[in-house]
């Protein structure tokens, strides 16, 4: 609980700092990564950030939400079609009917992660999968999976290591894709991400 809340604190900085007209050109990825019913808690914290931004009056079209689960209407949950946080009903359902999903399931990968953010994209893949930011643009990134030293696991299956994101972020700026980037990672040996990164107004 108290890693969340320190989450929703960062996050709650960065949305008081910014004017009406920043907001507009303020985009959130957020990325739970990790599939299986024990992982719950990745979703849950990503969903209850998903909703503070909400309640921030942050529009779905400035938010990509990565999920690659369905915990809500998974067989070993005992409250069917519900989510809570850390798994109890004390907690308000964060697995509500509003909430846009833009990357699930199989859709959760390495490599759709790092192309977003590089721009990378099939001509026809829809507009509200894509991040169409800007050399003006402010983004938070937020990402809930396990992890070990340079690496992210996403899907249990795939990695992204701290150069793959060193490169994309190189890449972001040479394409004038951001102004500023808020890279927050919720996983064991998070920092060691970190190692690499080199590109100018990133924020860790």
């Not at 909430?99 to 026809?124: H, P, Q």
């Amino acid at each position: 609980m108290k890693k969340l809340l320190f989450f929703l604190l960062l996050l709650a900085f960065a949305l008081g700092e910014y004017s009406e007209k920043d907001k507009e050109n303020h985009w959130y990825i957020l990325i739970s990564a990790s599939k299986f019913f024990f992982n719950y808690r990745h979703t849950s914290n990503v969903l209850n950030i998903y909703h503070t931004l909400k309640r921030h009056g942050v529009r779905d079209d400035r938010i990509i939400l990565f999920l690659p689960d369905n915990f809500a209407c998974n067989a070993r949950n005992p409250q069917p079609g519900t989510m809570f946080y850390e798994r109890s009903s004390k907690y308000k359902n964060c697995y509500t009917k509003d909430i846009e999903v833009d990357y699930r399931d199989y859709e959760v990968t390495a490599a759709n992660i790092l192309n977003l953010l590089r721009g990378r994209y099939d001509k026809d893949l829809p507009l509200s999968k894509r991040l169409l930011s800007d050399e003006n643009s402010k983004i938070t990134i937020f990402i809930s999976s396990h992890g070990g030293d340079n690496f992210i696991k996403i899907q249990d299956t795939d990695l992204i290591q701290s150069e793959d994101f060193a490169h994309a972020f190189n890449e972001m700026h040479i394409k004038k894709r951001y102004k500023e980037i808020l890279f927050i990672t919720d996983t064991c040996r998070a920092f060691s991400l970190y190692q690499e990164i080199m590109a100018p107004d990133i924020y860790m």
